[in-house]
C-alpha cells in the first residue's frame, strides 16, 4: 500500500530556546547579530532533530492512503498528545470522520503505530486516490525535553557562532554525546 505523507511546521512555534538565552549562553549583549543568531537557533533545532530522529517542533502530518491499513508504522513522531483523526470518502464521496477503529501505540525500541481493530468492520470508501486520510500533531511536549538536549542545542548554536566558516566536522561531538542516549535507532 502506497502512503503518501505531508509535513508542514505549525505556526507559531512554542519557543524552546529564546535568543536572549542563547545570547546568555553565547555571552553578547549586542542587537546587531539577533538575526543571525536567531537562524543559529533554528538550524541548531534541526541539526538535533535529525540526529535524533524525533521531531522537536510541531509539525503537523497528513497520511493520504487509497485504502484503510490494518497496522502501520509511524513515520514520523512522536504524536504530540493522544489526538489524531481519521476522515475518509464513502463510496458516494462524502467526508466523513471515522470515530472509532483504529489505535496508537508506542513500543520500546520501535517506531509507534496505528492499528486497526479487528472485530470493527472497515467503512466502504470511494474509489478516488486518497480517499482515506489520518492526521495528527507529531513533536514532543517541549517541558518534558531532557536537559542534556537543550545543552546540545546551545552547544551546537555555539558551534555555529564560533565557527562560521566551513569545517570537516558538522556537529559538535560534545553534542552528539549528551543526545545519543535520546537517540532513536529505528
Not at 543568531?37 to 509539525?59: C, H, P, V
Not at 513515520?75 to 463510496?91: I, M, W
Not at 517541558?143 to 552547544?155: D, F, G, M, S, W
Not at 555555529?160 to 535520546?182: C, G, H, K, Q, V
Amino acid at each position: 500500500m502506497n502512503l503518501n505523507y505531508n509535513i508542514s511546521i505549525k505556526d507559531p512555534q512554542p519557543e524552546f530556546v529564546s535568543l536572549q538565552h542563547a545570547k546568555n549562553h553565547l555571552k553578547i549583549d549586542f542587537i546587531y547579530e539577533d538575526a543571525l543568531i536567531q537562524g543559529m537557533i533554528d538550524s541548531a533545532i534541526d541539526t538535533a532533530e535529525n540526529y535524533l530522529g524525533w521531531f522537536i517542533k510541531n509539525r503537523d502530518v497528513v497520511i493520504n492512503s487509497n485504502a484503510f491499513l490494518n497496522y502501520f508504522a509511524l513515520e514520523f513522531g512522536p504524536l504530540l498528545g493522544s489526538a489524531f483523526t481519521v476522515k475518509y470518502l464513502n463510496k458516494n464521496n462524502v467526508l466523513q470522520t471515522l470515530i472509532e477503529g483504529y489505535t496508537y501505540q508506542e513500543f520500546y525500541g520501535a517506531k509507534p503505530v496505528f492499528y486497526y481493530d479487528s472485530d470493527i468492520p472497515f467503512p466502504e470508501v470511494g474509489k478516488k486516490s486518497n480517499t482515506v486520510q489520518i492526521s495528527y500533531v507529531a513533536g514532543v511536549d517541549l517541558t518534558t525535553i531532557p536537559k542534556p538536549v537543550y545543552q546540545a542545542i546551545l552547544l551546537i548554536i555555539s558551534d555555529l557562532y564560533e565557527f562560521r566558516t566551513d569545517r570537516a566536522e558538522i556537529i559538535n561531538t560534545r553534542a552528539m554525546a549528551l543526545m545519543r542516549p535520546y537517540k532513536k535507532f529505528t
